[in-house]
């Protein structure tokens, strides 16, 4: 599949309702800390609406800020909610490295930073996620909890989401990498996951500079041979940002609808 956003769709379009991003900072235990994160509520957010919620994750080298920087999702989302074509959600951007010093800083591949963005994991489920959910207007049903993520996020989405799929439905891992589990671990009983998971998607560009296709081709050709439904999308470009937003536009229209 190869899709193509419309011109302008990452664009500051003139008159229409904005969404809001905030910083808010949560306790977490598993770090032992307050940890930062940044926070989309849509145009018209309100207390007397349900939201979905979207975790969106950064890459190795980047930190809260990094989609908020470089994929600006409150310009494409305002544009999508605009046009009528998002069900509500929140998005929260965290800090996937965690650990007391989280800044992209230094040696970014230095052993410790990679195993804290493993231990995420008990920082995400245990820590943020309850901060959400008793701090904002949230459905608290798997249904309305979506995790997605860009290069190392995409392996974070991918080994978080389908390890608790209790708790997520909606997954995205935009050019996964290789901290990316094996697909026999992700997805050891496909049955099940074909069952559980109301959106799977998975994309890379298709470029040679994109060196991580081996593992999302790897995944695609597990799931696809086992019959599990997923969206797969081999997309024009590198391991970069026009290929990560376009993943955005598109995966967050699919988001929480029947
Ligand atoms: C690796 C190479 C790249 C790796 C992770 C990355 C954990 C992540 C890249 C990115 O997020 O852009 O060997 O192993």
Redesign the pocket.
């Known amino acids: 599949m190869r899709t193509i956003a419309p011109d302008g769709y990452d664009q500051y379009r003139e008159n229409i309702a904005r969404g809001n991003v905030k910083v808010v900072e949560y306790f977490s235990v598993t770090v032992g800390k307050s940890r930062k994160m940044r926070i989309y509520t849509p145009p018209g957010y309100s207390g007397n609406q349900t939201y979905n919620v979207l975790y969106l994750l950064?890459?190795?080298?980047?930190d809260e800020n990094e989609w908020f920087n470089h994929g600006q999702p409150h310009i494409i989302l305002d544009n999508l909610y605009a046009d009528n074509k998002l069900a509500p959600l929140i998005v929260v951007l965290p800090n996937g490295r965690a650990m007391p010093d989280d800044r992209p800083v230094g040696d970014i591949?230095d052993p410790e930073k990679?195993r804290a963005?493993e231990r995420f994991e008990l920082d995400l489920l245990n820590d943020l996620i309850p901060f959400i959910e008793s701090n904002y207007p949230v459905s608290t049903e798997r249904e309305s909890r979506a995790i997605a993520g860009?290069?190392?996020?995409?392996?974070q989405s991918l080994n978080i989401g389908l390890h608790h799929l209790d708790r997520f439905a909606w997954i995205g891992a935009f050019?996964p990498?290789?901290?990316t589990q094996a697909p026999e671990q992700l997805v050891p009983n496909p049955q099940e996951a074909a069952a559980l998971l109301r959106l799977m998607w998975l994309s890379c560009g298709d470029g040679d500079e994109d060196?991580?296709k081996h593992i999302s081709e790897r995944m695609h050709t597990y799931l696809a041979e086992r019959g599990v439904p997923h969206n797969w999308a081999l997309e024009s470009g590198g391991?970069d940002w026009p290929v990560w937003k376009n993943d955005l536009y598109y995966f967050s229209q699919l988001l929480f609808k029947v």
């Open positions: 950064h890459g190795i080298g980047g591949f990679i963005f860009l290069s190392m996020g995409g392996g050019s990498a290789p901290n060196n991580f391991h």
